[in-house]
């Protein structure tokens, strides 16, 4: 088994690594001087179940071409199997037509990495879980909600908690952490009249006195998410706070947050962290590191990765 990273997330990689007990394979992604991706495997793969950890998060097409270079280079080298690591499935959001004219962008996305020469793909917490038919290869769709719960657990108030979803579609995840935590759950009801702006319309449940736990896959401009928590103070709780998996945090969302009702913001590191976000005093980081780690060994010894969630 060999582990690759692509520049998106090193870190988190690099962490993965130490988990497995295995050093990052070495390989040249750089840059031409218009551009264009460049790959270059360092070490022999001939035979070998590679694994290439990156995520499609900002900036996204690049990120999502240095994949497939990549795994075009571990095709034409030779290598036994290759999965392709995304705790980031960019473009997850174009899942479907919502409106006339307009592409289905996650299927074409499945597509290229499928042609690229993935024989298998990785992911965290889909936007949509239909997107792993989009795939025509074994695709694994890895929950964080076993590792919220764990943090949940040791770092909040867990008097008088109560789990709530941001908006309808969102109820599957709460009802899987309310059910792990024993804990009661929420809905918020909001009518989205622009992209990128929410109106919070109201609280489906009582809400009063309760020390609330947001949950959700994807973070972006936080319009919802500082919503939410205000309208989850008005009604009467006594904190907000709120677990998101992917933290995309785009424009000032960063400084949206710090200013907001929310008391904390958790997020993992299926994106890397950016200095503004490291330096909010209410936004916390936890890793998937182990998670993710522990993903890759049982799929490399052809254990159940379900198993994880049980």
Known sequence: ????????????????????????????????ADQEVFVEIKENVRGEDVFIVQSTSYPA???LMELLIMIDAMRRASARRITAVLPYFGYARQDRKAGGRT?????????????????RVMTLDLHAGQIQGFFDIPTDNLFAVPLIARDVKGHQDLS????????????VRARALAKRLDAP??????????????EVMNIIGDVTGRNCILIDDIIDSGGTLCNAADALVQAGANSASAYITHGVLSGGAVSRITASSLKELVITDSIQPTK????????????????LGEAIARTASEESVSSLFD
Request: glycine share 8%; aromatic share 4%.
């Open 1 to 32: 088994m060999k582990l690759f990273s692509g520049n998106s997330n090193r870190v988190l990689a690099q962490s993965i690594g130490r988990y497995l007990e295995l050093p990052l394979g070495e390989a040249m992604v750089r840059r031409f």
């Open 61 to 63: 097409n690049d990120h």
């Open 103 to 119: 592409p289905i962008s996650a299927k074409l996305v499945a597509n290229l990495i499928t042609e690229a020469g993935a024989d």
């Open 160 to 171: 008088n908690l109560m789990v709530i979803s941001p908006d309808v579609g969102g109820v």
């Open 185 to 198: 759950l929420a809905i918020v009801d909001k009518r989205r009249d622009r992209p990128g702006e929410s």
């Open 276 to 291: 503004p976000i490291s330096d909010a005093p209410n936004i916390r980081v936890v890793t998937t590191a182990n998670l």
